[in-house]
């Protein structure tokens, strides 16, 4: 269960979702700043990442192509790292849900 926070979401909140999903990883640590979405789709469906993302082109992505990869789509217009962790941290174990089923591909998290 490897998350791949994408360079809209803070890079600190890595940390606090390790214990859950261990081998998660920030674009930042990857060395994938400014990279496009086509190359993060790629590496995300190579190394076996779901894609944690603001940004609605990974969600239209979804739609277009299916998984591999699989995307979480963080809906929380401008809300920042605090409601994201917050948010991650609460819904953790839909978090694990959505990735152990294999039939979905879309997890859409609203606060």
Do not use: C
């Amino acid at each position: 269960m490897k998350l791949l926070f994408d360079e809209n979401i803070s890079s600190k909140l890595v940390k606090f979702i390790l214990d859950d999903f261990p081998e998660s990883s920030h674009i930042d640590y990857l060395k994938m700043q400014g990279t496009t979405d086509l190359n993060i789709w790629e590496y995300a469906k190579k190394y076996g990442y779901t894609i944690v993302s603001k940004d609605n082109d990974f969600r239209q992505r979804i739609f277009l192509f299916g998984p591999p990869p699989k995307v979480i789509w963080l809906s929380v217009g401008n809300g920042g790292t605090k409601v994201i962790k917050a948010l991650l941290l609460k819904r953790t174990i839909e978090i694990k849900k959505f990735l152990e089923d294999p039939t979905e591909g879309l997890l859409v998290l609203e606060r």
